[in-house]
């Protein structure tokens, strides 16, 4: 049966995602590049991690413990490490991605690759596994550098206004991880561990799309145009809205094809809009003016999570192309439905 309205917006339940099968449950451990965000005041700042969960199915629950500035060190050392421990059960997974804070030269965070830092993703990955837990480990998200910038590590830490890389640019990337970057792959490759390179997923991405391009991915913000950051920001290290949402879509395939038994509940929208700031729009009104806005004619795959929505600027004579999946717990109000088989 084929679905469409005339008067105001096509709904159409998807099943292209398993929703039947078992709870799952993915615990994700790492920095900021991974870490959910505060959006107040309409920051735009998101780690990929805070954004997962639109690319899984329903039964697929992420637990995002990721912290800003933590290293492997610093998290074990706060006793963030002792709490997700104690939630893992078995069957669940467990990401592992840090690297960001551990090339910090303060003592709280800084460990030695082929050192304290292999120790400690080691410990990650043995004692979830004592828990029954499956872990997934990855390294670093690449830093935007087009230049030579000996202030690339020292610079993740600055969120102030306009900070300069320095340097000439090139059209090719210059590496800032060095050895860090190899860490997660031998602890893995000794503990037959599942690995994936984010680095040179990355790396590849934001080198295809240049200097300008890439910009679009990062926390590259004009002064005056957002409360959270009024004095603007240029930041290399950081992923906007848009750019979590591409680098996550990366991961969870790459997840999907380094743990083949969670490809099933992988799920690929168009556009997905939550409350929290886990998808490209806040609201239902969001999602309409962008629609309206587009030129594409092809209908859209739009996944709507957990949350109140209200339509109450759709117009009656107003055809929407988009094909929109309702997670339960979806309430939806001043919106009318009409479809015809």
């Not at 292209?16 to 590049?33: A, E, F, L, N, V």
Request: glycine share 8%; with cysteine; aromatic share 8%.
């Amino acid at each position: 049966m084929t679905r469409y309205i005339l008067a105001t917006l096509l709904i159409l339940l998807m099943t292209g995602c398993s929703t039947t099968d078992k709870p799952i449950r993915i615990y994700m451990i790492g920095d900021s590049t991974m870490a959910n965000k505060d959006i107040s005041k309409g920051n735009p700042e998101r780690g990929w991690g805070h954004v997962l969960k639109g690319f899984f199915s329903e039964n697929v629950t992420i637990e995002n413990h990721a912290v800003n500035g933590r290293s492997t060190k610093s998290f074990i050392d706060e006793g963030r490490w002792d709490v997700v421990q104690e939630r893992l059960r078995p069957g669940d997974y467990l990401i592992i991605q840090f690297g960001h804070n551990d090339e910090k030269q303060d003592e709280k965070r800084h460990t030695e690759p082929g050192s304290t830092f292999d120790a400690n993703l080691e410990r990650f990955v043995l004692e979830a596994r004592e828990r029954g837990a499956i872990p997934i480990l990855m390294n670093s998200i690449v830093r935007r550098n087009f230049a030579e910038n000996p202030n690339a590590i020292a610079n993740d830490d600055y969120r102030r206004a306009m900070t300069e890389g320095g340097g000439i640019e090139t059209d090719s990337l210059f590496d800032t991880h060095g050895a860090y970057l190899e860490s997660p792959r031998n602890v893995a490759l000794k503990h037959d561990v599942a690995f994936i390179d984010m680095n040179s997923i990355t790396h590849k991405l934001v080198e295809s799309m240049g200097r300008e391009g890439s910009k679009q991915l990062f926390m590259w913000v004009e002064p005056g145009v957002c409360e959270a950051c009024p004095e603007g920001r240029q930041d290399n290290t950081h992923l906007n809205i848009k750019g979590a949402r591409v680098v996550a879509g990366l991961a969870v395939d790459a997840i999907a094809q380094a743990v083949p038994e969670l490809k099933r509940y992988v799920c690929h929208y168009d556009y997905v809009v939550a409350t929290d700031g886990s998808g490209d729009f806040f609201t239902f009104q969001e999602l309409l003016d962008s629609l309206r806005n587009s030129c594409d004619e092809q209908y859209k795959r739009v996944r709507f999570l957990a949350g109140k929505y209200s339509g109450e600027n759709l117009r009656t004579d107003e055809r929407i192309n988009c094909y929109i999946d309702l997670d339960s717990g979806v309430t939806v109000t001043g919106i009318t439905i009409d479809s015809q088989p």
